[in-house]
RNA sequence: GGCGGAGUAGCCAAGUGGGAAGGCCGAGGUCUGCAAAACCUCUACGAGUGGGUUCGACUCCCACCUCCGCCUCCA
């Protein structure tokens, strides 16, 4: 079975095709952040989705070429930078460390490249296409000095949001003071200069300026991924106009289809409400990382939702997501534990690995099916049941637990949920030494004094029929 | 007004024209010095509402209600 995967142009699910002949190359751009401020939970559930979505098709035998641009140069980073009293590249250097820090902390897999707007080689790009389409009679300055380009020249405009610009009504957004375009719907390849823009200006045969946000992606993208994308991602928000616009932009200039699959995240809620700045619940990952949670237990959170759907954040569900994460903890070390075992002939009778097997399979599947997170993790924890039943049952040995393990390292390597292995300190263990030897003498006051011991410590320690088993206390 | 998405248990959520996955929480039990984990069992006679098609509808169709998104630079 191919993966399959919803396109927004169409509007179905299709299989997912590469353009490269081989089938294994794939080309992905996805919309990075604005980096003006910390990036907010919505913003990740994007890019959680989009390395959900990479890690999938790696799965599946793609190698992926993954672009994610950085927007460094706009109205509000320039707004930002003024407000600061600071230069534009040093006011959105801060934001792009920060930004870098949480994708680790999120485990997202860093892209290929991450081009920021500002660097000379794609302004130079982007200044060529507007050239390139103003020869064309597509792009147009007018008498405000900007460049617009002439939506009457590209009648595709519309079709990825499917909207019928002629039954457009205006928007309250709409009727600002832009009169000197030719159309309302002229969108702007280049913002000529004016003075709250400081000394954030480019020369260019058009007069100083800076380019406009959609040619950003449009330069980009063909810049370092050629002229055909295979896939192009963002939120939902981005279809209109910034994804209409890169299609016009870079289909007049390239004279070949953009993106043969466009992939779109729904918004995030919180608590049931939109997330808003005035509503108090609106959250960047420093905030959430502030209150205990870890990046993990975030990452399962935005994860868990099928990425078309709206996904409602809630405390309630980080608190479930660290439940659920605990239970495949526990599950992993027991498994790992199991293979480091010399086999007890006395106990195991003999395992039925075929089942695992079935289900590690369905795990894979139902990612193929447009990435169907929730099905997938059902088979997962139907897997942990069974295995787990299994060892207790004793029909499990350490070479079955070998080949779980196997299955484990594959699907994580998509999930990205393991944790990560904290080195146990000496003095943990020395107490937990102390602590066996006062259990063997049913010392059991001494043995409680020392749990509490190495509870202070940070530790928290289990005793299992294979002995005592140590984990962190603060998942 | 136009276009699009969604309503499934206390919470999150999946598949399916014919037995309603899975996770969290909760209850009982096995195990255990205690605790925890693990394991077993239980928890929607019903899917926003009302119709219709069908031998049969949570699934298809229609209407209505509610929520969310986009409608010119918000993931």
Known sequence: MSVRL??????????????????????????????????HIGNFRAYVFEDLLQRHLEARGFVVERVMNLTDVDDKTIRGARAAGRRLADFTQVYKDAFFHDLETLRIKPANHFPAATEPRYVERMIAMIGQLEAQGIAYQAEDRSVYFRLAKFPDYGKLAHLNLDELRPSGRVNSDEYEKENIGDFALWKAWDEADGDVRWESPWGPGRPGWHIECSAMATALLGPELDIHCGGVDNIFPHH??????????????????????????????????????????????????????????????????????????????????GRIDVWVRRISDCRSQIADAGVFTGGEMSVSLGRHKNFFQALDDDLNIAGALGQLFDLIRESNSALDHGQFGPEQASELLKLWESINRVLAFEPEAAAVPAAVLALVEKRQQARADKDWQASDRLRDEIAALGWIVKDTKDGPKLSPAAA
Request: with cysteine; glycine share 8%; proline share 3%.
């Open 244 to 325: 209409e616009a890169e299609i016009a932009q870079s289909e007049c200039c390239t004279g070949r289809k953009f993106v043969r699959h466009w992939l779109h995240c729904a918004h995030l809620m919180v608590e049931g409400q939109k997330m808003s700045k005035s509503a108090g619940n609106f959250y960047t990952l420093r905030d959430l990382l502030e209150k205990g949670f870890t990046g993990r237990e975030i990452r399962y959170a935005l994860l868990t939702v099928n990425y078309r759907l709206p996904l409602n954040f809630t405390f309630a569900g980080l608190e479930g997501a660290r439940a659920a994460l």
């Open 6 to 39: 919803f396109n927004t142009y169409s509007r179905h699910l299709e299989d997912f095709r590469p353009l490269d002949p081989a089938g294994r190359q794939v080309k992905m751009y996805t919309c990075g952040p604005t980096v003006y401020n910390h990036a």
